[in-house]
């Protein structure tokens, strides 16, 4: 097995190691290496194209909250689903200038806006693109997460300077049905098509830990490496389990599980941006520390995800510093070493 997966990173050609053609076998052997082979072959990786010990922090701001049509399985924010979530109305521009700059006050780099659309209308897409501006004003780089886009929406949101869109895939093909029927797996790749081809920067990932199998993780990095360019940014998402939605009281996915899944996205798609995202606030330190070895190397930064709670930033801050990393741009940001 080590023999098929030889030390591609020191290849001299880093490029080289970027492949679209992934077999579920070959991801499949990469999962059933010994846990150290693994995160040996994924830490190299990892060394080959990014700094071993820097971390991108992003801050989510929910700028649309609950009452979304879709049906998704995970999510609080479904108005399928009775959860306590507080419905909000898309919030004034000046209060997510506020959010954006406290969050880069705080050292984030990147501030990423969600909201819970199944898509946007052309009339909220004009808010949102007076955000883009307004944030980007602020000296950060943006993000929107708003559902389904067509290419002229896509392209608006371009024209605005938005620099990443975030659309995950959340699962395999297979298993997508058990999770979502409101939207299908081809919508979102279409949605993500539209993205790259209006030259914005691509934020995708998944959910683990929804009940899904070892093949169906399998299957989700299959599908996000082998996409015809592999997105910028990975977040792998441990499933937040949110009282009232169907998902409630799944089975926990094993932390070993969790950290082998990194590593494999890691090797898979060895120049992204592989973020260690939701789910981080039920991780011990030390899982976190290991998915750092294994290739993570961003994080969602601030005490709330969209809805959900994320670890405190001064625990954040506490975990960097035991653990010898920095964040990029650190320096920048006043409140940096806080
Ligand atoms: N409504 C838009 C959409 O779904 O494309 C944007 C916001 S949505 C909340 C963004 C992503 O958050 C989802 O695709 C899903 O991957 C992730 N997410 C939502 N709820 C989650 C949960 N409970 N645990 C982990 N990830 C979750
Ligand atoms: C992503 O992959 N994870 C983030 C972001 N993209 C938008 C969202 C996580 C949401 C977790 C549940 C919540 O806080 O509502
Ligand atoms: Fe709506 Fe997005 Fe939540 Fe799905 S994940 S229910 S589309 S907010």
């Not at 070959?26 to 071993?52: C, K, M, S, T």
């Not at 082998?226 to 169907?246: A, C, D, F, K, M």
Request: net charge negative; glycine share 8%.
């Amino acid at each position: 097995m080590i023999e098929r997966y030889p030390p591609i990173w020191q290849d001299p050609m880093h490029g080289s190691d970027i492949r679209h053609d992934w077999q579920r076998e070959e991801i499949a052997a990469l999962f059933a290496l010994a846990f150290n082979d693994l995160l040996y072959q994924a830490h190299g990786v990892h060394r080959a194209h990014h700094h071993p010990s820097t971390v991108q922090i992003s801050t989510l701001l929910s700028i649309k909250t609950g009452a979304c049509p879709e049906d998704c399985a995970y999510c609080p924010q479904s108005s399928h689903y009775d959860t306590q979530i507080e419905r909000e109305r898309l919030l004034p521009v000046d209060e997510v200038v506020a959010a954006a700059r406290a969050a880069k006050r705080a050292g984030a780099t990147r501030f990423c806006m969600g909201a819970a659309w199944r898509n946007p209308t052309d009339k909220n897409l004009n808010k949102v693109i007076e955000m883009v501006g307004a944030v980007r004003a602020q000296g950060l780089e943006t993000c929107a997460t708003l559902g389904m886009l067509n290419a002229g929406q896509a392209s608006r949101l371009a024209a605005a300077g938005l620099d990443y869109y975030n659309h995950n895939l959340d699962t395999s093909p297979e298993y997508y049905g058990n999770v979502i029927t409101t939207r299908t797996y081809r919508e979102r790749l279409d949605t993500l098509a539209h993205v790259r081809d209006a030259g914005i920067s691509v934020c995708c990932g998944g959910i683990v830990g929804m009940g899904e199998s070892a093949a169906d993780r399998t299957g989700l990095l299959q599908q996000l490496a082998n996409l015809p360019r592999h997105p910028e940014s990975v977040p792998i998402n441990l499933l937040v389990q949110v009282e009232g939605t169907p998902l409630h009281g799944t089975a926990a996915l094993d932390p070993i599980e969790f950290a082998r899944t990194i590593a494999v996205a890691r090797i898979l798609m060895p120049a992204s941006v592989v973020r260690l995202s939701a789910g981080r606030a039920q991780m011990s330190d030390e899982l976190q520390a290991l998915c750092f070895f294994a290739g993570a190397n961003s994080i969602f930064y601030g005490d709330k995800l969209l809805t959900t709670e994320n670890p405190e930033q001064h625990a954040d801050r506490q975990l960097f510093a035991r653990l010898g990393l920095h964040t990029v741009g650190e320096g920048n940001a006043p409140d940096a070493a806080a």
